[in-house]
């Protein structure tokens, strides 16, 4: 038969099913197995012992006929070793006895037999039950297979939406970049930065619970976005070749609100276009984003409360933003510039020092110094080639 319903044949297998007989009788290991090798293949345990090990050698039995009664290892015994291994506790087990006991069926489905089978065999019962716990036995593992096939494809498509919200963000980076002369250089720096001082900090009092969760990933992934604003300033600040004016800093100084009103202004679009089904997922859906406008929006406020673009001072300043802006600053002064060389590593750490509690959170700092060494190993590794911008701490 080509169906598979009633030779054993899985459908779209090239196998027949395999029903482990147990039984020390061998005249009843006969009766069964004339009965059932026209339409499955049998394999024989004549004792508990072998019936573990055959369980455990291919082909894997997908039923057990197993005898209650049975010297040394009787069947419960059994069952319970096959429940016991991960590798066979999947398999059912259908209980053949000539206890007509209640009390003995009950203990053997309480261990997890599927089924009770009573001698002298009725030929037709037997083949009746084999085939539906055989059918039931393949529902479930065409029900497991799909299962994982869709967790498999669930976690593909994650991380293919994840790829592509990554290179997404950074092509909007790197089309900020494309506009100054630094290179794509300082986004991986400045990115690796910040991923280094969140998962220093991620454990901190102060710092747990801005970092838990997904929010520490959201960070890292939205760090190179920080300068996006900069694609609002105009090219004769952008690129000038030298220090700005008072006048041009004040207007470079805005990139910070031009970074958020971009993002606001996305969000409200696409709010506006979106179903009420979409429109009811914009809170998780816009997670990123809010991420990514506070990181573009606070990063060059200070500790002290004199940055921009708003002033705010201490615990007021987002912990992302206070993690950008220990990795921006110690990016620009450790790069080169038209008008300096870059600063070495014990210069640049104090200035960070002085800036503890004035210009950055002193927990960061002091994060900053406790992986130093990995900033350092960060910075030589993604050195820029060239000269970089005009080097304004804007």
Not at 36 to 57: N, W
Request: proline share 6%.
């Amino acid at each position: 038969m080509t169906t598979g319903e009633s030779d054993g044949t899985v459908p779209g297998a090239s196998r027949r099913r395999t029903v482990l007989i147990v039984d020390d009788t061998p005249q009843n290991l006969a009766v069964l197995g004339d009965l059932l090798e026209p339409h499955y293949q049998v394999r024989a345990a004549s004792s508990g012992l072998r019936a573990l090990r055959a369980a455990t050698t291919p082909p894997k039995p997908d039923l057990v006929l197993l005898d209650v009664l049975m010297p040394g290892m009787d069947g419960h015994e059994v069952l319970r070793c096959l429940r016991a291994d991960p590798a066979t506790a999947d398999i059912p087990v259908i209980f053949v006895t000539a206890l007509d006991a209640a009390e003995s069926e009950e203990q053997g489905l309480a261990l997890g037999a599927v089924d009770y089978i009573t001698k002298p065999f009725c030929p037709a019962i037997v083949l009746a039950r084999v085939k539906t716990h055989l059918e039931l036995k393949e529902a479930r593992d065409r029900l497991a297979g799909q299962n994982e096939w869709l967790e498999r494809e669930i976690a593909r498509r994650m991380s293919e939406n994840l790829l592509i919200q990554n290179l997404s963000v950074r092509a909007l980076a790197c089309l900020a970049e494309a506009r100054d002369i630094e290179t794509g250089r300082h986004i991986v720096r400045t990115q690796s930065y910040v991923e280094i001082l969140a998962r220093h900090l991620v454990r901190h009092e102060r710092f747990r619970e801005a970092l838990a969760g997904p929010r520490l990933e959201m960070i890292v992934r939205a760090a190179p976005l920080h300068d996006i604003g900069k694609v609002g300033v105009p090219d004769a600040i952008l690129l000038k070749p030298g220090r700005l004016t008072p006048e041009e800093f004040e207007e470079i100084r805005r990139h910070p609100d031009i970074a958020a009103d971009a993002v606001d202004h996305s969000m409200k679009q696409a709010l506006a276009s979106a179903d009420d089904d979409a429109a009811s997922l914009a809170d998780g859906a816009f997670a990123f984003l809010r991420v990514a406008r506070e990181i573009a929006l606070r990063h060059h406020e200070k500790w002290d409360g004199s940055g921009y673009p708003d002033g705010l001072a201490g615990d007021e300043i987002p912990v992302s933003a206070r993690l950008m802006a220990l990795a921006d600053v110690f990016d620009a002064l450790t790069s080169r510039r038209v008008y300096r060389e870059p600063m070495g590593l014990e210069e640049v750490t104090k200035v960070l020092v002085e800036g503890r509690g004035t210009h950055f959170d002193p927990d960061v700092v002091d994060a900053f110094l406790a992986c130093r060494d990995r900033f350092a190993s960060i910075a030589r590794r993604f050195a820029d080639p060239g000269l970089g911008s005009n080097g304004e701490d804007a």
